[in-house]
């Protein structure tokens, strides 16, 4: 079926950079990797990109294409591939033509070459399609939680004669700057095969390569340099380098509403889903529940126990409870988290200690070591509301944070329901402390947080009339982390209402180094 060539804009809204194509082998069978790489016009949040392509057998198939990064404003690498193994049943594509496809705000924009469709030969290597002598290959914008070393690949023309290739790198913001050289490639190792692949590369491409060590790296910075009997060459990602970051840090919190939930157990699982597939880190539960028995509790019943039981793979956790809630359960607070915890405590920091008084609030802490983020003391708060304590109780919350501190702990997250809406007179305690600063706030509004935080404009209160959150999460001025996302969860959009309260799920980084 020929790649319609009369419908659609068929501008530069959609190009293609450069295809790779490789058979390789793989525990004695044969595997074809078809590797596209795109610069796709950043037209509207809702579009879809894909690669129409044809085997030998002249069968016409659709492969969608997936974002890969952020170019800059307006554009964005995405990326497809194709893996092929041969069997009995199944013959390995072979030579391919193909062509891309991009519809956006109700347009459909393709990259044919003019109509003639693109072609890869198998096992051809890399097939530069823009005119670019240097340019990274396959760059990753990933550092994974285990890696060690990351490859990087360079595509050199042939026809520059390059005598060096090398990377220039850094992970604190160019305040120092490494070099790397790179090395030829006749044959390289193919990660996606595991396997010594060949790469004739017939279409007049050098493959150089260089290894950084990025064992204790967070995020890395990166362009290339190559140099030639008559020119030196760069490569810096069109002025904008070559970025590679690990995750951020995902923080939950979530007040579970203390079993008073319709179908409780569908929503427990709901939580441990939403925790799975959003990649959570660390978890704050507030409400926790589980059977009173007499005063001595039921593990098995436990929610936050009951949650972390469901998730894909059990996180550490830490609780305790502080008073008896709806006359039939301990109630208390929870950390749950991906990392092992250290020096966990609980604490109540209300006046009443007793566990028939409502007013009786206990919180638990933990210290949580993060790779290549370091030290984090994390709280898990459920406060009385302003005219039953709240002002002693985060007085009390605050001392025992700050004894908490230390030269090797750089951040503290005082987590969960603080009962005082933002804007309210337990709000402005919080803002007069000048010791926290209230992330989601930070996240989605930085002009009225650089009021409240920042320069405490007189009139800041009128702003925050229509926030009736009581969920937080307040940071450390001090901290070297910065939040990078923040959005409400367990709603009618997403995972569904799981509790009486909306969770929250902020995401962290280290903040660039000046």
């Known amino acids: 079926m020929p790649v319609a060539t009369d ?17 390789s082998r793989k525990k004695r069978q044969m595997q074809q990797t078809v590797y596209f790489f795109m610069r796709v016009e950043n037209l509207g949040y809702d579009k879809q990109c894909e690669v129409l392509w044809a085997g030998e057998d002249g069968v016409w198939q659709t492969l969608p294409a997936t974002f890969h990064s952020i170019l800059d404003d307006k554009s964005e690498y995405w990326q497809a591939q194709l893996t092929v193994n041969a069997n009995p049943e199944t013959s390995l594509p072979g030579n391919i033509q193909f062509a891309l496809h991009f519809q956006a705000l109700g347009n459909d924009y393709w990259d044919n070459q003019q109509g003639q469709n693109y072609s890869s030969q198998a096992d051809s290597g890399i097939n530069m399609v823009v005119d670019q002598p240097l340019m990274v290959i396959g760059h990753a914008d990933q550092i994974h939680a285990d890696q060690q070393h990351m490859a990087i690949k360079v595509s050199v023309n042939q026809l520059v004669h390059a005598e060096t290739v090398t990377i220039h790198w850094t992970t604190d913001n160019w305040r120092h700057t490494h070099k790397t050289p790179c090395h030829t490639q006749r044959h390289y190792w193919d990660e996606q095969s595991r396997s010594n692949a060949r790469n004739p590369n017939q279409y007049g491409c050098q493959i150089w390569q260089g290894v950084l060590n990025v064992e204790a790296v967070y995020r890395l910075q990166y362009y290339l340099s190559c140099e030639c ?4 060459l760069w490569d810096n990602n069109y002025g904008r380098h070559y970025v590679a970051a690990r995750r951020p840090l995902n923080v939950m919190i979530l007040n579970l509403h203390c079993y008073q939930e319709a179908n409780q157990d569908a929503k427990f699982s709901q939580i441990a889903k939403a925790i799975n597939e959003l990649e959570v880190d660390i978890v704050c539960f507030q409400e926790v529940a589980e059977f009173w028995n007499n005063g001595h509790g039921d593990w098995d019943s436990n929610s936050a126990k009951i949650i972390n039981d469901r998730l894909n793979h059990p996180f550490h956790l830490y609780t305790d409870w502080s008073h008896l809630g709806f006359d039939q359960y301990r109630e208390g607070v929870a950390i749950l988290s991906r990392y092992p915890l250290a020096n966990q405590s609980a604490k109540y920091v209300s006046h009443s200690h007793s566990a028939h008084s409502i007013h009786s609030r206990k919180v638990v802490m933990a210290q949580v070591d993060v790779p290549c983020i370091g030290l984090i003391n994390v709280f898990s708060a459920h406060l009385s509301w302003w005219e039953d304590g709240f002002a002693d109780q985060f007085k009390r919350l605050g001392q025992w944070a700050q004894s908490c501190q230390s030269e090797a702990v750089g951040t503290t997250l005082l987590c969960g329901d603080f009962n005082v809406t933002a804007g309210s007179e337990g709000y402005n305690l919080v803002v007069d402390g000048n010791e926290y600063d209230d992330q989601f706030l930070a996240a989605n509004d930085k002009r009225l947080f650089e009021k409240i935080f920042r320069v405490n404009d007189a009139h800041w209160q009128h702003h925050l009339a229509d926030d009736y959150r009581i969920d937080y999460i307040f ?10 996302s923040a959005k409400v969860l367990f709603t009618d959009d997403d995972y569904g209402r799981v509790s009486d309260h909306c969770g929250y799920l902020m995401s962290f980084e280290p903040k660039p180094v000046d």
């Open 7 to 23: 419908r659609g804009l068929r501008m530069n809204e959609i190009q293609l950079l450069y295809v790779e194509n490789i058979i």
């Open 229 to 232: 009997p008559d020119q030196v």
């Open 475 to 484: 940071m450390n001025k001090a901290s070297p982390l910065r939040i990078t």
